[in-house]
Each structure stands twice: as C-alpha cells, then as structure tokens.
C-alpha cells in the first residue's frame, strides 16, 4: 500500500493511504492482510442485519441436518470480507464502485474458518470522459488457513490519478 505523508504544516505531516491510478500495472497480485476468522457472533449479526432467514445461517439444529451438518457462515458476509480486505491495496481512493462481475462461491466458509485474499489487476485505462481518473479491474479471490478458495469476484472501479484524490484535495 502506498502511504503518503503529506506535509501540512512546519513538523507537521498527514498519513495519506491507498494508491492512485498511474500505481497500478496488469497483472500485479496483491496479497491483502490482515486474515480474519469469522466468528458466530459475525455470521448472526450479518445475517439478521440483512434479514436473511435462513435458518442454515443460525440454527445449530437445522444446520445439523443439512448436508454441511454445520452453521454455515452468510455468503454475502464471506463477500463483504473478502472486498474489504481488500480496500487499503486497491480503492482506498476510489471515486466509485463502477460494477461487480464474476462472483462465485466456489466452497462453503464455517464458523471459525479465518479467510484471507489477494487480487490480481486485470485492466487499466484512462478514462475517457473524466482526464483526472482511471478505471481499473481487479479479481480477488478468498481463500481459508488451509488454501482452500471459497469465493472469487471481479470488480471495476474509478480511481484517481496522482495529486487528484479527495485527500489531496482537502486542506483540513
């Protein structure tokens, strides 16, 4: 991750986090950190906050009759994670989400499972309309402990050139 201290004053700095456009190159992986072990308190509150009731989700019982014979952690909980591993690499400036592609849930996640992820740059160009900014896509994959790939995306964002981001633009 780029960090930037922007000077703001005599001895005076601000951290500035993320990377800009011109720092991105196809094919770049980047391998996001900290992991994160999900817990059953997570999979519960996740799930009722988005008013999934699916019993799967948390129902011991239930869940031990099915075919994971286990709780089975929220698919949009393990997506959710998994990108925002993923912000301080790719989007920490980004302007906007342009679009999510590709998603796939390749293999369940539990509760106690600790997912990790990483990306690869699939494009970049400039954009066309806006001369201070750039699209770039990314893939990202999780991944548990033991290697094993639950979940992959792609996702399009607009990123800011160099000198163009909100943070180097506010004077706060």
């Known amino acids: 991750m780029s960090v930037v201290r922007k000077i703001v004053g ?45 019993p799967l989700h948390f129902d011991r019982e239930y869940a031990a009759k099915s075919e994971f014979q286990r709780v089975l952690v929220n698919s ?23 679009g999510w592609d590709r998603i796939r849930l390749i293999a369940p996640v539990f509760v106690g499972d600790t997912i990790y992820a990483r990306s ?13 900014q750039g699209i770039v896509s990314a893939r990202t994959i999780g991944h548990k402990a033991d290697g094993t790939e639950f979940l992959s995306c792609e996702r399009t964002f607009l990123i800011p050139k160099t000198g163009h981001a909100v943070d180097d633009l506010i004077d706060y």
């Open 120 to 132: 690869e740059i699939l494009s970049k160009r400039e954009s066309a309309s806006r001369p201070t």
């Open 76 to 98: 949009c909980l393990t997506l959710s994670t998994v990108v925002g591993m993923s912000v301080s690499d790719l989007s920490q400036k980004t302007i906007a989400n342009l």
């Open 10 to 54: 005599e001895k005076r700095f601000r951290e500035s986090f993320g990377r800009y456009y011109e720092d991105f190159e196809i094919g770049d992986i980047y391998e996001h950190r900290p992991g994160r072990t999900i817990t059953e308190s997570d999979n519960t509150w996740f799930t009722l906050l988005t008013m999934n009731q699916h």
